[in-house]
């Protein structure tokens, strides 16, 4: 049986061999190696490990981005789509005291580094 030019996955030869009705491949996959060097580097650059982040900044300066009052009772989640931060609140009353000092929030992110980009705040009850 002649191997066609493509690379299929094991799965999908033996998917195929099944449906041809002829038996299927049980040869060891042959993979060349790769420097685990060059993965590790590949993993650092893609998830951005060792870099500080925007969301890094956003924790050290929490206390003065929101007040010292409310920085007990809330904390920063994530940051959705790159322009809006997701806020869990765990008090009501808090929460909308947030939200009418939101523009201060937003002024106060804005200071922080790459903090511009942020031009939406979330509050959730969590």
Not at 5 to 12: I, M
Not at 41 to 65: A, H, T
Request: charged letters at 25%; proline letters at 4%.
């Amino acid at each position: 049986m002649a191997k066609s030019e493509y690379k299929f996955s094991r799965s999908a030869e033996n998917l195929i061999a099944n449906l041809r009705g002829v038996p299927e491949d049980y040869t060891p996959i042959v993979r060349e190696t790769v420097d685990m060097g060059a993965v590790f580097d590949k993993i650092l650059y893609r998830y951005k490990i060792g870099v500080e982040s925007l969301e890094d900044r956003i924790r050290e300066q929490w206390v003065q981005i929101v007040g010292p009052a409310n920085a007990q009772h809330c904390n920063p989640v994530r940051i959705e789509r790159d322009t809006t931060l997701i806020i869990a609140v765990s008090n009501p009353i808090i929460r909308q005291e947030l939200q009418f000092n939101q523009t201060l929030v937003l002024k106060n992110l804005r200071a922080i580094k790459d903090g511009s980009q942020i031009r939406a705040v979330v509050f959730r009850s969590g």
